[in-house]
Structure formats: C-alpha cells, structure tokens
C-alpha cells in the first residue's frame, strides 16, 4: 500500500515539474521514487494487510505482481530517457505512465469490485491518451481512438457482469462474493450470465481471441515506446487482475467458466501464433506474438488453480524483458531510417550490439534454452500436464514451434540480408540498460529457482 | 417473488438487458463515432439502472456508490473519449469511423 502512495506522489510531482522547473531531473527522481516504491512493497512481504475495510489486500500474490510493474516501468523510464527528450508535454506524459502504474497496482490488489473497476479506469484512461500522444500523426489518433471504444466497450461488459453477480450475491467484495456462493444451494440464471460477461470483459483487457482485434492495431498505432508499455506493465496487470477475480472469486463455479477459457486458450494460441507469421511489418509481429504470449499464460491460469501465480509471474517477468528489449531496439531503429520498412535487414553489419541483443529477446520469446522464455513455458507445460491437461499442451508445444519460425525470420533478415543505411550509434546509456535486461534472461534461464518465491 | 419499490425484480433485469443490448448493437451498427459514444453511456446507464434496483432490493447502500462510482468515471472516460475525436476530426474533418482504416493487415 505504502509503495502505491509513493507512486502517486510521483505522478503529483511529475505533474508540477513543469510549472517548478525541474523537468531535466524527472527522470532520476522517478527511479529512485520507482526503487522506494519496491523496496516499500518488499518490507510488506508477508504480512497481508487489509485496506480501506478489506477494498484492498496487499497479500503475496499482489505485491509481487506490484513488484514486477514497478520494475518493468522502472526500465521503461530508463529506455524511454531519450524519448522524453524528443518529444512535448513530457511531464504530463511521464504523469500518466506514472498513473498507468498506479492502476497496475491497484488492479493487483483488489479485493472488491469497485476498486476492481476503479483501478481498470485509472490505467486505461491515462493509455488512451497516450496512445494518441503524436497528435498530428493519424495513426496514432486512430489507435488511441480505437483503443477507447474497444476499451470503453469492454468496461461496459465488465460492468454488466459486476452487476449481476451483485444481484445474485448482494456482494463487492470478492472473498464475501465466494462464500455467498458457497452459501446458495441455487444461484439464479442471471448470476453465470454475469461470471460470462465479466470473463468476456477481462479477456478484452487481456486481448484473448476472439477479443484480440483492436489489439494489432493499437501496438502498431501508437507511439513505439507507448506500445511497449502496454505490452508489458498493462498485461501484467490485466492477468493480475484476471487471476484474482476468477481464483479469489469463483472458484466454486469453476464448471461455468473453465471451459469457455480454454476455448479461448486454445484459439489465442493457434490464431495469434498462425496470423503472425503473415505478418511483413516487425511492429504487428510483435502484437501478434503479445496477443500469442497471453495464451499462454492464459493455459498457465486455466490449469493450475490458486497455485499458479507462482508459473504466472515466472512467464510475466520473462516476457515482460524480453520485450522491452525488443521494442526499445525497434524503436531506435526508427528513430535512426524515420520509420522506413524492413529496417531489420542487415542489422548485425549496422550495429553488432543491437542485433546481439535482439536475437537474445527473439530467441527467449521462442522459448530456446537457457533463456528465461524456455523456463517460463517449461513451467507452465509441467503445470498443464501435472493437471492433467495433455491436449492443451500438445496444442500449445506445437504452435510455440509455429513461433520460433517467425522469431528466426527476423533474426536471419538481422545476420544474413543486406543492410541499407550506414550505422547506427548506439549512446551507452542504452546498451548499459539492454546488457541488464539480457542479464536478467539469462539469469532468470540459468538459475530460475532464484525467481520463484511464490 | 422479489420486488424492488414493488415491481417484480425480474422487470428490472430485463429492462436493463434490452437497454445493454441496444447500447451493444449500436457500438457495433453505427457509423458515427458520437452516436458510438452515447451507445457506450447507454450500455453503462443499463449497468446503473440495474445495480440501483438490486440495492434497492438488498437495501443495500453499496449498489448505489457503485453507481456513483460509474457516473464520474464515465463523464471522465467520456471528456478523453471527445478530447481523442477532436483530435481525429481536425485531421481527418469527419467523424465517421470508416475513415479508420489505415491500420490493417
């Protein structure tokens, strides 16, 4: 709770920065409010606590998913340092990812659905608008336009759904929502109405197929940098905030709702992984192999009940790295050809590093050994099948061999093609951020035990 | 039988259902991005009517801030909502949404 009031409090001083003059320190002022809000967050480590009468629990679960979006948004503010540099209104802009964390946080410690949806609002509210930050680029207009009606439209769902099982339950909060339905020998037809209809407006938030199409547009729309935030803080928070409504809430109901998930596992598995390897542009690439990812993780919170936080937060972390470094390289490369097509081609001639570096994210998205990508879908495997769950992992080993085709495509165009343009610097600022996150995948690859302490 | 203000709950659930469907098929039918955006409030204030009557029905005061809730999350959700068509609408001068089409595969 405490890390939440400090990340707020920096949201309030980014939004004053402008006005008192110290825009140039905002950045460091941020890590090190980032690192406190951490460290708050480690020092609650066990304890559990209930907030404003039980809307919020800060319990395990919750504070490590806190962790992992702070330290994402941590590194995102190091790679986005030349960006903030570039662009305008960079305070308001670096208040509103502030507040995209804030959300994050949120929705991954509610305990009632008000904060539930208080929490969603919070982060989507301040992502519509940075969506939509390059204000005279039409692409950008149209993916922040698109993400609030499919956003809006979701919340919508979602909503619909609190107020059934309010109806059947009498109830917010989610421990009282279980026991009420431990309670009901009958509960009403309206009530799995409102379970379907919140689980369609959570899968929207995570991008499943068949909610999955505002997603490509979106990534590809929007600012680079913009995109590679909601790749990774939104969808750890998003799948927090899965996690806790279905195995918090309805376990009880679980023959409801189950099944329907899976569906949608297996069609987010095979139609993401399929579509992107028609993909020509690396940007839509990449948003087909997140909306791929998801499924994944959605097989990891569809087979292993309370207990699969601990696999959950595995696979976030690993994909969470490997994709910040993927879209900071890509965004460099825009910036250095002005957004020119095919500017992967011939990478390792232009800059050796960047290429390295790539082909590490690539090779840990594919899942290879020893990369943290390969423990994180080894875990989750090991998890379905001890479940007993073969056939949904057959599904899911045959379309990662689907991704490790598209993940090689980029990496042969980076080693083999003809590069066009002259080399590009990369400041050392950057490669000393990127040698980190590649540390970590390693690391989370070599010695995963030191990551799993759920 | 369950009443709410001494009309049968069930009427309550399906006026609010028929108001969220129509608020869907317009999101979904309609070309014009504002009769889009009234379709969404349509869809919220169906959530709205629903969960007063269930509070009512409970005698429960948590329904009805749940509504207060929605409502100024709404008007905010709204006020980014028009902020972003402006801006589409001094770049393209139109609000129909099938000017959105240059992001595809």
Redesign the interface.
């Known amino acids: 709770m405490n890390s939440l009031y400090v990340i707020c409090g920096l949201g309030l001083i980014s939004l004053i920065a402008e006005l008192a003059n110290f825009k140039k320190q905002l950045i460091p002022i941020f890590i090190v409010g980032i690192l406190a809000a951490i460290g708050l967050a480690v020092m609650d480590w066990g304890t559990s606590l209930h907030y404003f009468s039980d809307m919020a629990i800060f319990d395990n679960v919750a504070l490590s998913f806190s962790i992992l979006i702070c330290a994402t948004a941590a590194f995102w503010f190091l790679i986005a340092n030349d960006y903030f540099h570039t662009e305008t209104h960079i305070t308001d802009q670096a208040a509103l990812v502030i507040f995209v964390m804030a959300g994050g946080v949120i929705m991954a410690s509610f305990n009632n ?2 904060m539930l ?2 929490g969603i ?1 919070i982060l989507s ?1 301040s992502l ?2 940075l969506a ?1 930050s390059r ?2 680029n ?2 950008s ?6 993400y ?2 499919m956003g ?2 979701a ?2 769902f979602l ?2 759904g ?3 099982v ?2 059947a339950t ?3 909060h989610l421990d009282k929502i279980a026991a009420s339905i431990a309670a009901q020998p009958e509960l009403p037809g ?1 009530f799995y109405a409102g379970v379907i209809l919140i689980i369609v407006g959570m899968a929207f938030k995570i991008s499943a197929v068949p909610f999955h199409f505002w997603a ?2 979106v990534y ?2 929007a600012p680079t940098l913009i995109t590679s935030l909601m790749a990774t803080v939104v969808k750890t928070a998003a799948f927090a905030a899965f996690f806790r409504m279905v195995w918090y809430c309805f376990p009880a109901v679980e023959q409801t709702w189950l099944l329907p998930l899976q569906v949608i596992t297996v069609a987010t598995l095979v139609l993401a992984n399929v ?1 992107a390897v ?2 020509s542009k690396v940007k ?1 690439m990449l948003a087909y192999s997140s909306v791929g990812h998801a499924g994944y993780i959605l097989l990891a919170l569809t087979t292993g009940g309370t207990s699969s936080a601990g696999t959950i937060f595995f696979y976030l972390a690993a994909y969470s790295a490997a994709t910040l470094i993927a879209f900071a390289i890509l965004n460099r490369l825009e910036l250095a050809t002005n957004f020119a097509e095919g500017s992967f081609n011939g990478l390792f001639k232009k800059s050796p590093f960047l290429a390295v570096a790539m082909t590490v994210s690539l090779l840990s998205m594919a899942g290879i050994p020893p990369l943290a990508g390969f423990f994180g879908k080894y875990l989750v495997f090991v998890q379905a099948i001890s479940q007993g769950y073969v056939g949904l992992v057959v599904v899911a080993v045959i379309t990662s061999l689907i991704g490790v085709y598209y993940y090689f495509g980029v990496i042969i165009s980076m080693f083999f093609k003809e590069p066009a343009g002259g080399e590009i610097q990369v400041s050392s600022g950057l490669k000393l951020i990127l040698s980190l996150l590649v540390l970590v995948l390693l690391a989370m690859g070599i010695l995963p035990d030191l990551f799993l302490p759920l | 039988m369950k009443t709410a203000q001494g009309i049968p ?1 069930d009427y309550y ?1 399906w006026l ?1 259902a028929a108001l ?1 469907t129509i ?2 098929l317009g ?1 979904l039918y309609r070309r014009n ?1 504002i009769i ?1 955006f009234m379709c ?1 409030e349509l ?2 204030n ?2 709205n009517l ?2 007063v ?2 509070s009512n ?2 005698n ?1 005061a ?2 009805q ?2 509504v207060f ?2 409502m100024a ?1 709404a008007a ?2 709204v006020a ?2 028009l ?3 402006i ?2 609408y001094r ?2 001068k139109t609000t129909d ?1 099938n000017i ?1 089409n ?4």
Do not use: C, H
């Not at chain 1, 207009?141 to 698109?146: G, I, L, Q, S, T």
């Not at chain 2, 240059?102 to 595969?105: D, F, M, Q, T, V």
């Open positions: 659905m008000a949806f208080l609002e509210l519509y608008a939509g204000k005279l039409l692409f207009n149209e993916a922040a336009f698109k609030f009606l809006s439209f919340t919508g909503l619909m609190i107020a059934l309010y109806g009498g109830q917010f309206f490509p547009d590809e729309g579509t028609f993909q839509r | 709950l659930i609010s969220f608020g869907v999101v991005a889009i969404i869809m919220l169906a959530v629903l969960l009557a269930f029905y409970y429960d948590a329904g801030v749940f809730f929605i999350v905010a959700e980014v909502g902020a972003i068509l801006m589409m770049n393209t949404i959105l240059r992001l595809k595969w």
